[in-house]
């Protein structure tokens, strides 16, 4: 299977600061990486696919980038309602497989 | 646009069959494109593909699971379901189903999760 690494595993911040989330996966997928967002409660929220689209109605702070085997989410300016678990996901082939997630907390 | 709601047993004894349902609002499943899809999340824990469904039939499933799972889809009733047997406690976690478009299978519909535990 596809092994995908999320880095870092948690992370805090304040509110306006820009963050950066690390996704590797164990071989080349090329953009086949999309990237979800969870609350606590709730199912994920699909934010970035093809590694760098933005899905309609996701704010323009988040982005994507990225391609091969090493990608990365940014969050521009971190607003009160960033503060979730992210997770990426390689859909290059199955079985389908996802990162173990980021944590971002208040600081 | 489209709604994704599951439904079934919240408890399972062990070594039977945990069997759910997802039903779609807002859309077809017979009007084709997309995939229809099982996810799992053990509690605290990362996101587990289970396999997905196109209205044609055609599955695929996560290997790790392949000899337990069955999904199926009822176009007339306009939902999509998912058959595990002889679960056991590891069993236990949040399913999601969700709808998955593309050759990415990118999952841009979810529903909201049912918790499903698996004890005698």
């Known amino acids: 299977d596809m092994q995908m690494t999320q880095s870092p595993s948690s992370l805090s911040a304040s509110v306006g600061d820009r963050i950066t989330i690390t996704c590797r996966a164990s071989q080349s997928i090329s953009n086949y990486l999309t990237w979800y967002q969870q609350k606590p409660g709730k199912s994920p929220k699909l934010l970035i696919y093809?590694?760098?689209s933005l899905q309609s109605g996701v704010p323009s702070r988040f982005g994507g980038s990225g391609s091969g085997t090493d990608f990365t989410l940014t969050i521009s300016s971190l607003q009160p309602e960033d503060f979730a678990t992210y997770f990426c996901?390689?859909?290059?082939?199955?079985?389908?497989?996802f990162g173990g997630g980021t944590k971002v907390e208040i600081k | 646009q489209v709604q994704l709601q599951e439904s079934g047993p919240g408890l399972v004894k062990p070594s039977q069959t945990l069997s759910l349902t997802c039903t779609v609002s807002?859309?077809?499943?017979?009007?084709?494109?997309?995939?229809w899809t099982w996810i799992r999340q053990h509690a605290g824990k990362g996101l587990e593909w289970i396999g997905y469904i196109y209205y044609r039939g055609t599955t695929y499933y996560n290997p790790s699971l392949k000899s337990r799972v069955t999904i199926s889809v009822d176009t007339s009733k306009n939902l999509f379901s998912l058959r595990l047997t002889s679960v056991t406690a590891a069993d236990t976690a949040v399913y999601y189903c969700a709808k998955s478009r593309g050759q990415a299978n990118v999952m841009d519909a979810w529903g909201q999760g049912t918790s499903v535990t698996v004890s005698s």
């Open positions: 807002g859309g077809y499943i017979s009007n084709g494109g997309y995939y």
């Open positions: 093809a590694a760098s």
């Open positions: 996901q390689q859909s290059y082939n199955t079985p389908l497989t």
